[in-house]
């Protein structure tokens, strides 16, 4: 059987982490595929962490179950339940995910109290779900997958990167702690906030610190928009939305700059030189899907809602690794400079 190594880097995005979910599933199913490292931030950690857990606990089979009990977890979590499940499918999924109105005036809190006063008790259900799912100390000391998880250091706003041998619970939830949700969470003195404020998800430890030479970005934020938003709350969303996509596309066009450069030599006579030269980018996406869904989607935990997203995600790894799988380690399958022209 011909096996081939990557990485993978995946986006946060709160409950459309589920798609995610999908999309390794697919991937931990088929043993051709051999993960060597996995980037994430937020919902993309969270995915990342588990399925290197389970992965060390239980192998392929155990990462797969370890991912379906997480997000069976989350779901099962959920404060409040907006759809009947057998309407949420993926053909009818844009259509049934967004909030219940009535949940919607409840967001509006949001922009004039902190998580400090709504949220006194600093109630996190992320935190016993990870406690009950994840031995963080066998994590530590036995996973061979290697793990570059982003967080936010609230004092500079700059990134800050935790490797496997560092992984705890309050790396986690630093990592998915949205400052208007959650108290900003302390490791050894410091605040860290969202990871996908500076990273989302971070690509270059898996150019520098891994050997395979294929990184898979899982994709959740829609690009690119086609209108112009108007309202004030519209516009409130897109800069929210640009705040947490601005900096993976930022580092990608750093990217594809270097490896141009890196392709104009004779010679590679440096490491990261021959990296770039050598390097292939691929993308497992649902544009269609995820530009439609509404835009407090992301927080809608629904079960059906969950599901339907990861069977959206097994669906669209199904095609790509239908398509691509021989172009791993040969090819991009993505064109790079396509986002920038």
Known sequence: ME???????LQGGGSHGAFTWGVLDRLLEDERIQIEGISGASAGAMNAVVLAHGMTAGGRDGARQALRDFWE????SAPFSNVPDNLVAPSNLAAQSDLPPAFKPLLSLLRFFSPYQLNPFDINPLRDILARQVDFERLRAECDIRLFIATTQVSTGT????????MSMEVLLASACLPLLHRAVEIEGEAYWDGGLTANPPLFPLVHKCVARDIVVVLLHPQPHNHVPRSADDIWHRLTEMGFSSTFFTELQGLILAQREAK????SLGRLERRLRQLNMHVVESQELMSQLGRHSKLNAHPAFIHGLHEEG??????????????IGVRSSFQLARLFG
Do not use: G, I, M, P
């Open 3 to 9: 096996k081939k190594s990557v990485t993978l880097a």
């Open 314 to 327: 097994r669906r669209r790894a199904e095609a790509w690794l239908e398509r691509n799988f021989r172009q």
């Open 264 to 267: 104009r030599s004779w010679f």
């Open 73 to 76: 977890a989350v779901a099962n």
């Open 159 to 166: 990134l800050r990167l935790f490797r496997t041998r560092q």
